[in-house]
């Protein structure tokens, strides 16, 4: 029977026995959303076993789609079975996700990972409402760690640090200076920094920078109250160079974390975030719904909308 027949409880059960097509499948029916993304997380909830989420951020060009690439080839060897989310910008026409990071992972990826691309379908921040629903099919079907690439939209997508343990932010030489560090919200997000394309000139001054903009943590208010420091690592992504420092140093954050008791207050700040972004989904397919026939009738936008609001929570 072809997975596109089974039932959703059927569809998982072969998913979680490390069915690929199944995986496959299951992934695409929690991307399409709807009452059918709801059963799929309904079923996958139970199974999941906790997978070390890792976000990947960074600008556009830093190398992201490279040096993932690469985690997915090493982490295998280490006995660990990787699966990646490479979020992509969505086609204005169809709305489908150009699959760019898929096709650059697969030039160095191995055959242990699994990679998945899925559009943001306009949704700001450098994520995909369906993001939390995949990682926790991923985490369901075995997959440990659970890697999510962003959209290489603006200076640095922050919503990532919402949905995963450990954030990495990848930069590059020449990328700016610790004021502009500041303002893009790095501090904030980022639990480890990679330098890459360190074999470029300006490497050393990046690092100098991002060690000042460390220093002056405290300065900002931005200082872990815990004392961990994001530490810094140098890598050359398309010769893998720096790879193995870089896990040690995200395995080095996931003991921290577990150590301060920081991860159960990640994941349950993460599970909040679910919670909002469903209810957003919901409450905004009804207020189109409300406003579809709306005509102007002499009464102000404001009434109007007060009136629509709460008619929807009633």
């Not at 994520?127 to 959209?151: H, K, M, Q, Y």
């Not at 000139?201 to 060690?211: H, I, M, P, Q, V």
Request: hydrophobic share 40%.
């Amino acid at each position: 029977m072809s997975v596109r027949e089974l039932s959703s409880a059927d569809l998982v059960e072969r998913a979680i026995d490390g069915n690929r097509r199944a995986i496959g499948r299951t992934l695409t029916l929690v991307e399409r959303g709807g009452e059918i993304a709801d059963q799929i997380t309904e079923l996958t909830h139970p199974a999941a076993k906790g997978s070390h989420v890792v976000g990947i951020t960074g600008a556009p060009g830093a190398g992201k789609s490279t040096l993932t690439g690469q985690l997915i080839r090493h982490l295998p060897t280490l006995g660990l079975r990787p699966a990646v989310l490479a979020v992509d910008p969505s086609s204005p026409l169809t709305g489908g996700a150009i699959l760019g990071d898929r096709v650059r992972m697969d030039d160095v990826a191995g055959d242990g990972g699994f990679i998945r691309s899925v559009a943001t379908r306009g949704h700001a921040g450098g994520l995909a409402l369906s993001v939390p629903g995949s990682v926790r099919a991923f985490d369901a079907c075995g997959f440990d760690p659970v890697l999510i690439e962003t959209v290489g939209v603006g200076q640095v997508e922050v919503d990532v640090a919402g949905a995963a343990d450990t954030t990495v932010v990848v930069v590059n030489p020449g990328w700016g200076d610790a004021v502009q560090a500041n303002k893009a919200g790095l501090l904030e997000v980022a639990d480890v920094f990679v330098i890459n394309k360190a074999d470029r000139d300006g490497a050393n001054d990046t690092r100098r920078d991002l060690e000042l903009m460390l220093d002056l943590s405290h300065v900002s208010g931005h200082e872990d109250e815990t004392g961990y420091r994001p530490p810094i690592i140098m890598t050359t992504a398309t010769a893998g160079d720096g790879v193995q420092a870089l896990w040690d140093a995200v395995t080095a954050h996931r003991t921290h974390l577990e150590a301060t008791g920081q991860l159960e207050h990640r994941r349950a700040a993460r599970f909040r975030y679910e919670v909002r972004s469903r209810l957003g989904t919901r409450f905004e397919a009804s207020i189109i719904a409300a406003t579809a026939d709306l005509e102007p009738d002499g009464r102000s936008p404001a009434a109007v909308a007060v009136e629509l609001a709460g008619h929807l929570l009633a």
